[in-house]
């Protein structure tokens, strides 16, 4: 295929050679004093024709053609072709009125006559100013869809140059609306949490039935609940916000509004997904009560595309808030988990060049994680004494928004956790809080937490509370899962015990195994010498009655074997 730019090329002496031509023709006929109107309108022509010629010359030095120009080219070529046969019948004329090369002096006679009277005769006129009609009709052809085309590119690039200043435009509307929402980079904190995820982690969660239900279900919500440190951490709208920008750009919208936005973005996609992160760290009393609202709303909308995902410890103004089934929840106390922190302290014990000085206890790490999270405890002293310092702040956080009012009921709850002898129901846990030890000694009735919701509410997510088999079964042939209640991590209880809580602001938290058996025995034997009890033999009926009477019929000697001689307190008992 021929090249557009050979093309040009070759028709650019066609347009030189006419240009000669019509140039010759004016200038002779200007040459002539006694013009005519005839003759006048022919000169014109001829101008009109050589600054046609000229215009193409120049359009065709400053343009260069591109690849999909071809057809236009090809079109330009065949009407300036048309023309190369009526240029050289001009040219012809043209030397008929020029001087011979002959110097003889008939030949000059001759040609001065012929100069004299040809190129005024009435078929040399016609016949040239029909040429120059032709020529002129091709050249304009020519000229025209060469200027249609430069035209179509000239809108092109203005349409485009305001697509460039529409995006520039709303890339600025954007910044702007980014400034005025002052959102956070959220590619920070998960760029962050992606480098300290630790490899095949989490991966029980996402292949979970409660998981696939909520990916796929309508207008579905999921809760996931953990523990303190437990890592539970996861452009039609663009007129609407930029409305919403003008109508607020002094100042933050209402709630009311912001969510009515949000309703309305949410409605233009087929699915989305929302995850609210650590939604107890949200101060109660405060914004999280406008935030558990606003879930509320969002729930009513019955947007079945609407996906909510929420992580929290597991607290009971958002228990209650939510209302979800257990079915909807997940609570991150399962052997997936354990597998997770396995292999997490694993993969740092071998791949973190601080902790090789406990190379030689690894087998014993091992052993002892295969058995269950107490067992760590024993073999990780030195990891647990270099605790992130945030977890310590952490729970000083927890300890320090109890209320005053609560702070005893605190401390004994934390005390029967970590130092009883098996894990408690919901039940027992309350009697032996409502036990007095200091005036009216005896069970006070009065004291008693309502329900489990009262021992979180207390304690803020210090205690996991689960379905497990009953701890009395041992007594009475009884297999039903009973609400039981544990510390919601082993390093819970290694901070009440360290001696960095003495220095810190939740001193008046801080626990000492010694004085916490000789307290957990004598809670026993006060609450065995309650009238109805102490005279009665231990059945069914009288467990329901007196909850702790079974375990502290059992283990209150064992924790007397744990104190000092003498108790303070005990001996009286005794």
Known sequence: MTDPLSVAGSVAGVISLGIQVTQSLVDFYKSYKHRDAELEGIIERLESLAETFKSLKKAFSSRTFQADERALVKSIETSITKCDELIQELQDECQKFSKPSSTGLKAAVMLEGRRVAYPFEQS???????????????????????????TQRLQDDVTGMKGILE??????????????????????????????????????LLKSDQFSSWLEGENSIIWLTGFAGSGNHLQDGHSDLAQLHESYSSGIPPSPVLLEYLRRLIQRFQHVYIFLDALDESPRNGPREYLLQALETMRKWGAQGLHLFVTSRDEMDIRKSLGLPTTRQIIMRNEGIDKDIVDFIFGQLYGDR?????????????????????GVKHHLDKVLNSLPQSLDETYERILCNIDTSLIEDARRILTLLCFATRPLTVQELIDGTAVELESSVGLNRERRLQNSDGIREICLGLVDIGLRADPTSELFDDADLTPTVRIAHFSVQEYLESERIRQQKAAIFSLNSV???????????????????CSSDLDPSLVEAFPLAQFAATYWYRHYQDTVDPAPGLDCLL
Do not use: M
């Open 354 to 374: 601080r902790l090789r000085k406990l190379s030689p206890y690894r087998d014993k790490i091992q052993e002892a994680l295969a058995k269950g999270a107490k």
């Open 167 to 204: 995006s520039v435009k709303t890339d600025q509307i954007s910044s702007g609306l980014r400034d005025w929402l002052n959102a956070p980079d959220a590619f920070v904190d998960h760029n962050a949490a992606c480098a300290k995820k630790y490899p095949g982690t989490g991966l029980w």
């Open 124 to 150: 040399t006129l016609k016949k040239l100013d029909e040429g120059i009609g032709e020529i002129r009709a091709n050249l304009s052809f020519a000229l025209n869809v060469l200027q249609l085309d430069d």
């Open 515 to 533: 004085t916490a058996h000789a307290q957990i025995a004598q809670i026993c034997l006060v609450y065995l010498l309650e009238d109805g009890l």
